[in-house]
């Protein structure tokens, strides 16, 4: 039998120009909607060479045209793009202009780190970037046979990387980066984002949204494309990957980097949108020499020659690509969420050596803004793939904060609360954003945890030492970034995909923080978001606490995605979710640690596990605290 899937890298690959020699730079970005009974390429070409502008391409999904106007010098440079925005608005054949956002973007390398900086210096602009690429090869050799069952199932993949950071970024090469080849795209990985040097905060923007949402709605034959997300390698810079509003996707698998050891690196950020995490090497201490030897994963390098320097969470990402792979193979039926299903019911504890941040959440899954829901156990995803059945549809519901603002002081922690009566078609949670936004002097000294009905804490962001912005998260309705013509263009998508939400166009300025923490869990009760700000750390901070001492929580809104279950899930369902989360002990995590390595090991290991039968065999008295329900702990293979 065989299958056939594209893997694409948004990666850049080659220092070359595709369809212009000038610099990016040179240009300024357009998208376009044509009318219905102008949609047609041809039809895109010839406006764009009336217009003296140049047809960049089509992005799939959202309808647009990419043109590129030719950036004149001084006033002229201005009065050229007005020009040509009035000339495209008054052409009858054309629906909507927008002009695209220039976006600061980076590989995920290594801020802050010497060492690495010198690895890195001779081949700066491209060398980290094409080693993903032979990784994933090497995960993925053509004439590789692997065994499900005495059946032999040979790989044929495609990988394709689409030149996306040599030059100026834009939201529309964003998006249409995010939307190329969908139809059969199975999985893409993606190991870049903003800045990772604790400073910014930076979620994608309404074309990007619209772009994942079409992705996973109509990628893969409709089944949906794995958008796989590097984590991030700010650590050195005390950065968050809650700031980073690509990784805390609901639409998105976070992964992130362990060494051999199975510990985490010191380069690694932490937070609660992460899925999993992936073996790629590197030390778990920065300032310490560990007393072993580093291994890492060897892959091919420039120049013919292979490194054995290849880690980082850009690595992890199209290791973990490579590894969902070989899931789809063994059922392609699998959708997007089957494979976050899957990865939260099987990822397994990596170590018992770091267990600080380990929580059990009240339905039953062990969660850890460190390594997500564990480490990926590909031998694990493929016996349960293999009779997996598709989870329902999801849904989702927003609820909003009604209270009048809260003040925010130095040094002081305030709750506010929304109680969830009612979720329609939710009953078990997967992924839930909190949408938040607040002023006060110094962002990186704001810390804000969601926390559940069922207990668990999820820090939706840390305090970041860099980070000084005197902004904080603005709220405003009035529409700031987007155009009237962007309106219309939301009402379209809306039509195409009812995942795509108008409160993102309006201007509604806030960010949107995610968590997979409460996965599995009921939505209802009451919601708390707990809001702590910090004595000044420096100087600096200090200086801007004497001019604004106080801040203001301005929004908080929450919005839960789940599934719904059938009458004979519910009970089940019901059942397990009167747990509430608790921290484990120490002995605790150890017995989950061993019965997944021992379930790993099991000669059964391909055979489809009769889950209630595990339960009530593997019940376990309570350990002696009041807190533990560890007897009640249902994951994956029967806790």
């Given at each position: 039998m065989y299958k056939k899937f594209l893997v694409i890298l948004f990666l850049c690959v080659f220092n070359v120009n595709t369809y212009q020699e000038e610099n990016d730079d040179d240009f300024i970005d357009i998208g376009v909607r044509l009318t219905g009974d102008n949609r047609d390429y041809l039809i895109a070409d010839l406006i764009a060479e009336e217009k003296n502008l140049f047809n960049a391409g089509h992005i799939s999904g959202i309808g647009l045209h990419h043109f590129r106007i030719q950036r004149k010098h001084g006033r002229r440079s201005k009065r050229a793009l007005d020009d040509a925005i009035e000339d495209l608005k008054h052409d009858e054949r054309i629906e909507y202009v927008t002009i695209a956002e220039s976006l600061e973007r980076q590989k995920r390398e290594f801020i802050n780190d010497d060492e690495l900086e010198e690895l890195y210096k001779k081949y700066r602009h491209w060398k980290h970037n094409q080693s993903p690429i032979d990784m994933e090869s090497i995960t993925d050799n053509s004439s590789f046979k692997m065994s499900f069952d005495d059946t032999y199932y040979k790989k044929q993949w495609y990988l394709v990387s689409i030149r996306l950071l040599d030059g100026r970024i834009t939201t529309l090469l964003e998006a249409r980066a995010l939307t190329l080849f969908a139809a059969n795209t199975s999985i893409k990985s993606a190991s870049w984002g903003p800045t990772d040097d604790g400073t910014k905060m930076e979620a994608p923007g309404a074309l990007v949204n619209a772009a994942l949402d079409y992705g996973v709605t109509h990628g893969r034959q409709g089944k949906g494309t794995l958008f796989v997300w590097a984590s991030g390698n700010g650590g050195t810079a005390g950065d968050d990957c809650g700031a980073d509003g690509y990784v805390s996707h609901p639409n998105v698998i976070s992964i992130g980097s362990i060494n051999h050891l199975g510990k985490t690196t010191y380069f690694g950020e932490f937070c609660p949108s992460t899925m999993a995490v992936a073996y790629t090497g590197g030390r778990h201490a920065r300032s310490i020499r560990e007393p072993f030897i580093p291994v890492g994963v060897v892959a091919a390098d420039v120049g013919g020659k292979c490194t054995t320097k290849f880690f980082g969470t850009s690595g992890a990402a199209p290791v973990a690509a490579g590894a969902l792979a070989l899931v789809l193979e063994a059922n392609p039926e699998l959708t997007y969420r089957d494979i976050m299903h899957i990865i939260a019911e099987t990822a397994r504890i990596p170590n018992l050596s770091e267990t600080d941040d380990w929580m059990i959440n009240g339905a039953g899954f062990h969660v850890s803004d460190k390594f997500g829901f564990g480490v990926l156990d590909v031998g694990q995803m493929i016996a349960l793939a293999q009779n997996w059945t598709n989870v329902n549809p999801r849904?989702?519901?927003?609820?909003?904060?009604?209270?009048?603002?809260?003040?925010?002081?130095?040094?002081?922690?305030?709750?506010?609360?929304i109680d969830?009566?009612?979720?329609?078609?939710?009953?078990?949670?997967?992924?839930?954003?909190?949408?938040?936004?607040?002023?006060?002097?110094?962002r990186g000294d704001v810390k804000v945890t969601l926390i559940s009905p069922s207990g668990t804490l999820s820090e939706m962001i840390s305090y970041r030492d860099n980070d000084a912005s005197k902004k904080g998260i603005y709220y405003c309705l009035q529409i700031e970034m987007y155009t009237v013509e962007s309106f219309v263009l939301l009402c379209v998508m809306s039509l195409m995909n009812t995942s795509v939400h108008i409160y993102i166009f309006l201007g509604i300025k806030y960010f949107p923080f995610m968590s997979a923490h409460k996965w599995g869990e009921s939505p209802i009760g009451r919601w708390t978001l707990r809001i702590e700000t910090r004595t000044p750390q420096n100087d600096g901070s200090m200086k801007s606490a004497i001019d604004d001492d106080t801040g203001e929580l301005n929004y908080f809104g929450?919005?839960?995605?789940?599934?719904?279950?059938?009458?004979?899930?519910?009970?089940n369902i019901q059942k397990r979710q009167e747990s509430n989360a608790f921290i484990p002990t120490h002995n605790e995590l150890e017995w989950i640690y061993k019965r997944e390595l021992s379930i790993r090991e099991s000669p059964n290991v391909m055979q489809k596990r009769d889950y209630q039968n595990l339960i009530n065999e593997r019940q376990?008295?309570?350990?002696?605290?009041?807190?533990?329900?560890?007897?009640?702990?249902?994951?994956?293979?029967?806790f």
């Open positions: 849904y989702d519901c927003y609820h909003e904060y009604k209270g009048s603002p809260v003040q925010l002081t130095i040094g002081a922690s305030v709750e506010v609360n969830v009566d009612k979720c329609e078609n939710v009953t078990n949670l997967e992924h839930v954003q909190a949408n938040v936004s607040f002023s006060f002097h110094r929450l919005r839960l995605y789940g599934s719904y279950s059938s009458n004979d899930e519910k009970n376990r008295p309570k350990e002696n605290s009041d807190q533990s329900l560890f007897s009640t702990f249902r994951k994956t293979f029967g």
